[in-house]
């Protein structure tokens, strides 16, 4: 038996955590679930109560959301160096970025995506402030380069690349030049690149 257990779908936030599991380099056992009754069965609600996924079995330890699965597997395995040593300047950074981009850039890239309107006047209630002001916010973090915490690669980068990338394809975030430059970088990762082709393999090989 496999120490991580990773429970996932090729069509979901599974791919971010997929991409870090390729990153760490480490076996680990794979569960496709199929979006409906295998999400939401008694089994899976056990491992997950809001029937979603990813999700990351690491001996007692379970995780949930994309976010915390990169952050704990950095956390977990710092010989890897996918986050910033405990006293290095770049740690608050890393910190600052991964949930900048769980927390402001998903809510607003939702809200333009469902046509979620928030009144200028009620701005200050939300997390992200503005749509614009968020993505703003995001290309002057990341004109320094090469990665969000500067030369060090990062689970930051897994999350918030995976984020631009998806936002770029589906029209949610704006085509800016740093933003394709920045995910280019990464997509052409050898891990990043493992782990995309994993998941489109499932994809062509899977059952009706």
Request: glycine content about 8%; proline content about 8%.
């Amino acid at each position: 038996m496999n120490d991580l257990v990773f429970y996932t779908n090729p069509q979901s936030r599974g791919r971010i955590a997929h991409w870090m599991l390729e990153e760490i380099g480490l076996p680990y056992e794979t569960v496709w679930l199929e979006f409906g009754p295998a999400m939401k069965s008694r089994e899976y609600l056990a491992v997950n109560p809001i029937g979603k996924v990813p999700a990351l079995q690491h001996g007692n330890a379970l995780i949930t959301e994309a976010a915390a699965i990169c952050a704990y597997l950095a956390d977990r395995f710092p010989e890897k160096n996918l986050i910033p040593p405990i006293n290095h300047p770049a740690r608050g950074d890393y910190f600052r970025r991964l949930f900048f981009a769980a927390g402001p850039l998903e809510q607003a890239v939702t809200a333009k995506a469902m046509d979620w309107q928030v009144p200028e006047e009620k701005s200050i209630s939300v997390g992200f402030g503005s749509y614009n002001a968020t993505i703003d916010a995001l290309e002057k973090a990341l004109l320094p380069g090469p990665y969000i915490c500067g030369e060090q690669f990062t689970a930051a980068d897994v999350y918030l690349g995976s984020q631009l990338g998806w936002g770029m394809m589906f029209g949610t975030i704006e085509k800016r030049p740093v933003f394709e430059e920045y995910v280019g970088r990464l997509y052409a990762r050898p891990a990043a690149l493992e782990a995309a082709r994993i998941n489109e393999d499932y994809m062509k090989n899977r059952k009706p």
